[in-house]
């Protein structure tokens, strides 16, 4: 796999999973473009397809890790997921949060593999994870 820094343009080189069609107008939004402009991301391609867009980002005082997946990243969720782990595990903060729609399975699979553990639900049905950061 090929990692890049990523940007929100790298979205149109994404077909993300059904679940996550929404996730994806939402970060095309000029609201999630201004609070994503300084924020740390990675773009995945394979054979020039652009598998992830995901990154973290610093709300306050919490830094929360978000991705979008393409439907086909499925083959290459490995490599994936050894990257992101990788980074976050030396990513320079004591915590890191992640937020996912509650029965959304693979989204639950895969915060586990990397560390996550959910802590609480939010109003809107959102469950909230955390992880250890890199120090």
């Given at each position: 796999?090929?990692w890049i820094p ?10 993300p999973q059904e ?112 992880r250890k950061g890199?120090?």
């Amino acid at each position: 796999m090929l990692w890049i820094p990523g940007t929100l343009h790298h979205l149109e080189f994404l077909e993300p999973q059904e679940k996550q069609q929404e996730n994806k107008e939402f970060l095309l939004s000029d609201i999630a473009r201004q609070g994503l402009s300084n924020s740390f991301m990675l773009a995945g391609f394979f054979e020039g397809q652009c598998l992830v867009l995901w990154g973290i980002f610093q709300l306050n005082d919490r830094h929360i890790a978000w991705a979008i997946m393409s439907k086909y990243a499925g083959p290459k969720m490995l490599t994936i997921t050894r990257k992101a782990k990788r980074i976050m595990d030396a990513y320079p903060v004591k915590e890191i949060q992640a937020h996912f729609e509650d029965g959304f399975d693979a989204s639950t699979r895969w915060l586990k593999s990397l560390g996550f553990k959910a802590t609480n639900m939010r109003e809107d049905g959102m469950i909230v994870c955390k992880r250890k950061g890199g120090l």
